[in-house]
Structures are given as structure tokens and as C-alpha cells.
């Protein structure tokens, strides 16, 4: 099994290229479609939040109001902390289970935002980064709703450019179109099924590429 850890700032495309890889075989575990559940309704999770952040951030049919709580927590770091304290051990909780419930021959990538603040990169075999400017990223928000104040609040809470790139084996450009796009990933998905088949004959395989080259060379 490979162990891949996608991430990107938000806005970034990320679920894109995670798409993109599904479709070439990879296993996928999203740890965003796991917070989800994690803050459905009825979850033990969600009534933790509205215990910290009070009904404000409920929706009139009860679930949550998402963009609420992101004013309430991407501007302040404190509260960001608390907000991460109660669904992060569940996220990972379920993340684990499904990661380890992979077949032993499959390329499983761990789509995970905070990949870099988490200190999750020595967990994978490979890490994957996926990039775009901060103006694609701010209008793609805006695109779902995201005002752009808020959006810029969320992309300073993460960590920066630098600090992905630092331990990334790959960087996908997703600055381009989506046909680039799906040129750079389908580069990437030779380069991870290249690392597994080493890795399962037991060969050493060799130094990553530069943290700051595109996937495969071609993004």
C-alpha cells in the first residue's frame, strides 16, 4: 500500500485533483466529507459545537450553518483552536479506521486540509501539494459564497505557500485549466503507480523531486 497525503490551501483545487486521481484507480479517504459527517445532525460532534458556539451557528433545519461558524472562527485563533479541538480526534478517529480498511495494493490518498499544520507529512510515503494563485483561489470562493473577507481570513489561517512546498514530493499546478489539469495528474498517478511497484518489490526508491517541481514535470 501507498500512503499519499494530498493538500492545498483552500480554494486551491484539491478535491479536483483528488477526483482526478479516483478515477485513475487511487483509494480516497476526504477527511472534509469525514467532517462532515462528523458535524451532521444528530452527530455527538455538532451538539459539542453548539455547546462551545452556541445555536447562532445552526441552521434554521438544524444542521449547521457553516459560513456562521467561519465567522466565528477564522478570525480569531483561539476560538479556531477550540473549534479543532472537538472535531479533529473524530476526524482522525474515522480517517484511521477507513485508511487502514484499504486493500494492501491500493494507492490511498489522504486528502486532508491541514496536512502541514498537523505535522502529518513523516505519515506518507508521498506528498502531494496542489497550488493556485490567490486570486483563482479567492474567486473560486467566492463562487460558492464565500465573501471575501472570510475567504482571505481562511487562506491566512492556513498554512502558507512555503510551508506546504517544504515537504511536498510533488507540486500540482492547478493554476491553468482543467485539461492542464488533468494532464498534471495523470503525470502524478504514473509517478505514485512507478513508487508503489518499488515499493512492493522492496527496492529503495529514489530522492523526491524537488519540493517546488510540478507533478511528473508536467503540471
Partial sequence: MLHVGLTGGIG???????RLLAAHGAVIVDADAIAREVLAPGAPGLAEVVAEFGTGVL???????????????????ARLRRLEEITHPKIASESHRRLRAAPADAIVVYDVPLLVEKGLAAAHDVVVVVEAPLPARLARL???GVDEQTARARVA???????????ADF??????DLPSLEGAVSGLWQELVER????????QPPAPPAPAAPAGGRA
Fill in 157 to 167: 489561517a492556513q498554512a502558507g505557500d512555503d510551508q506546504r512546498r517544504a515537504v
Fill in 142 to 144: 467566492a463562487a460558492r
Fill in 59 to 77: 441552521a434554521g433545519d438544524g444542521s449547521l450553518d457553516r459560513a456562521a461558524l467561519g465567522r466565528e472562527v477564522f478570525s480569531d485563533p
Fill in 12 to 18: 486551491s483545487g484539491k478535491s479536483t485533483v483528488a
Fill in 171 to 176: 507540486v500540482v499546478d492547478n493554476g491553468g
Fill in 196 to 203: 508503489a511497484q518499488r515499493q512492493g518489490s522492496g527496492d
